[in-house]
């Protein structure tokens, strides 16, 4: 549960990955459970990094006038994150297995 609701906290200093990774380090080989959950928030977290740094570019390509579209986007998107994160979060607290939508599952 830490590794997805950590985030939240860790996202006020735009660092939202770090939470999962240091409970994936610690305890990946303890639990099995726990190495999944936080490798999933991890790879979350990586992928959000990831379409922030291509919103940030294709506001610099078109001179500014991609906020117009990034903007929306941005905004909807952290209301999905949000949602998906506490689904997430239920379904650890609750012993279910969870896997993110739209994750690029970089780390294995």
């Known amino acids: 549960m830490v590794a997805h609701v950590g985030v939240?906290?860790?996202?006020w200093f735009a660092m939202g990955?770090?939470?999962?990774l240091v409970i994936w380090l610690v305890?990946?080989?303890r639990s099995d459970?726990?190495?999944r959950h936080a490798l999933e928030s991890l790879n979350f977290q990586l992928s959000l990094l990831i379409y922030t740094v291509v919103a940030v570019?294709?506001?610099?390509i078109t001179f500014g006038l991609g906020v117009l579209i990034v903007i929306p986007l941005v905004l909807i998107g952290a209301v999905a994150a949000l949602v998906?994160?506490?689904?997430a979060t239920m379904a650890?607290?609750?012993?279910?297995?969870?896997?993110?939508p739209?994750?690029?599952r970089l780390i294995r």
């Not at 939240?8 to 996202?11: E, G, I, R, T």
């Not at 570019?57 to 610099?60: E, F, K, N, T």
């Not at 998906?84 to 689904?87: L, P, S």
């Not at 012993?95 to 993110?100: D, L, Q, T």
């Open 33 to 35: 459970f726990v190495r």
């Open 17 to 20: 990955f770090l939470c999962p």
């Open 84 to 87: 998906v994160i506490v689904m």
């Open 57 to 60: 570019v294709l506001i610099l």
């Open 27 to 29: 305890y990946r080989y």
């Open 102 to 104: 739209l994750t690029i």
């Open 92 to 100: 650890a607290s609750s012993g279910r297995e969870y896997r993110y």
């Open 8 to 11: 939240l906290v860790a996202a």
